[in-house]
């Protein structure tokens, strides 16, 4: 099936704000196999699909708009920042890379074990200029020379937050969240009461929120916390929806009255654990589930967290008695 996204269905956007396709949409929606003692229907919305390059996942739908957002400013560096294993600046180092930017990525500590070094790895060959900030708080002390660093002339790099997520980056998620309407729309599953997802930035369930609302649909988003670095909390992702809303009407798109309320998002805090980073049982457990009943091979940082809060969201059918999707945002090639 074609879904319609945001510049077909307002087309003042194609003038103001530039997309770049890396990706084939719609993300597959399929429903999973009775888990054990897991009462509810769960599907997955699989996003580790999405990416024509050597990475995919969520990550890559936020570049879609960010890396044409930064050509357009004329920038020649994307800098930004992330955990010592992150999906997001992998994503970015080896995209931008295939379009003519540069990455320079600062990295704070977490806990390392043989995913983390795998990853690590990874960003090394993938061409991007690594600082090793260990801490938010050195990080932050380091940007003004970051940012120097990193211009080239007088031309400041592309400065993004951890996962991406600007206003310009929830578009990604935002297309996401029509897409989803779309494909119940056209019958694939029915209309599910929630949509859970990890939350490491804020930004993906932030996107959801605002893509669901504007679709009109009922779909409460569950965002699973697995980060203890950054302040996330209902209300900032509802501000982080709501600038991405505005940015949508300053670039002309004619949006319909609505608004975000607090009820349409759900954080749940008991899967992070040590810390971020940590893997845990209940993770384990869930990814061991995962993988014998579904297929699924899932991370132990963001995913098998989110999938242990599927298979405790039954207290959550009060609210609904739709079935629950599963985020799946990882995308490793």
């Known amino acids: 099936m074609t879904v319609p996204?945001?510049?077909?269905?307002?087309?003042?956007?194609r003038e103001t704000l530039p997309h770049l396709p890396l990706g084939a949409a719609p993300t597959p929606l399929r429903r999973l196999p009775r888990f054990p003692d897991a009462n509810a229907e769960i599907w997955i919305k699989d996003e580790g699909a999405f990416g024509d390059g050597g990475w995919g996942g969520n990550k890559?739908?936020?570049?879609?708009?960010?890396?044409?957002?930064?050509?357009?400013?004329?920038?020649?560096?994307?800098?930004?920042?992330?955990?010592?294993?992150?999906?997001?600046?992998?994503?970015?180092?080896?995209?931008?890379?295939?379009?003519?930017?540069?990455?320079?990525?600062?990295?704070?500590?977490?806990?390392?074990?043989?995913?983390?070094?795998?990853?690590?790895?990874?960003?090394?060959?993938?061409?991007a200029t690594v600082?090793?900030?260990?801490?938010?708080?050195?990080?932050?002390?380091?940007?003004?020379?970051?940012?120097?660093?990193?211009?080239?002339?007088?031309?400041?790099?592309?400065?993004?937050?951890?996962?991406?997520?600007?206003p310009v980056g929830l578009l990604g998620y935002v297309e996401v969240g029509l897409e989803l309407?779309?494909?119940?729309?056209?019958?694939?599953m029915p209309e599910?009461?929630?949509?859970?997802?990890?939350?490491?930035?804020?930004?993906?369930?932030?996107?959801?929120?605002?893509?669901?609302?504007l679709a009109g649909v009922r779909t409460r988003v569950v965002g699973v916390v697995v980060n203890d670095k950054l302040r996330l909390d209902e209300r900032g992702l509802l501000r982080a929806a709501g600038r991405t809303e505005r940015l949508l009407?300053?670039?002309?798109?004619?949006?319909?009255?609505?608004?975000?309320?607090?009820?349409?998002?759900?954080?749940?805090?008991?899967?992070?654990?040590?810390?971020?980073?940590?893997?845990?049982?209940?993770?384990?457990?869930a990814?061991?589930?995962?993988?014998?009943?579904?297929?699924?091979?899932?991370?132990?940082?963001?995913t098998a967290k989110a999938m242990a809060a599927v298979l405790d969201l039954d207290q959550l059918r009060r609210f609904g008695a739709g079935p629950i999707v599963f985020l799946h945002t990882d995308g490793p090639r």
């Open 249 to 285: 009407r300053a670039r002309g798109a004619q949006l319909p009255d609505m608004k975000l309320t607090p009820d349409r998002l759900l954080l749940v805090r008991d899967q992070l654990g040590p810390g971020y980073g940590h893997a845990t049982e209940s993770g384990r457990a």
């Open 60 to 127: 890559v739908r936020k570049l879609e708009w960010l890396l044409p957002d930064a050509l357009r400013r004329g920038r020649r560096t994307i800098l930004t920042v992330g955990g010592l294993g992150t999906n997001w600046g992998l994503a970015t180092a080896l995209y931008a890379r295939e379009h003519g930017l540069a990455t320079a990525l600062a990295l704070v500590d977490q806990p390392v074990d043989e995913h983390v070094r795998e990853q690590l790895a990874r960003i090394r060959n993938s061409g």
């Open 192 to 213: 599910p009461s929630h949509i859970v997802t990890a939350i490491g930035s804020g930004g993906t369930a932030a996107g959801l929120a605002l893509g669901l609302t």
């Open 131 to 166: 600082h090793f900030t260990h801490t938010v708080a050195r990080t932050v002390l380091s940007m003004p020379w970051l940012l120097a660093r990193h211009s080239t002339g007088w031309t400041p790099p592309y400065l993004l937050p951890a996962g991406g997520s600007s």
């Open 287 to 302: 990814g061991a589930v995962a993988r014998e009943y579904a297929g699924l091979d899932l991370e132990p940082v963001y």
């Open 5 to 13: 996204l945001l510049h077909d269905r307002f087309p003042a956007l």
């Open 181 to 188: 309407a779309a494909q119940v729309a056209a019958g694939i």
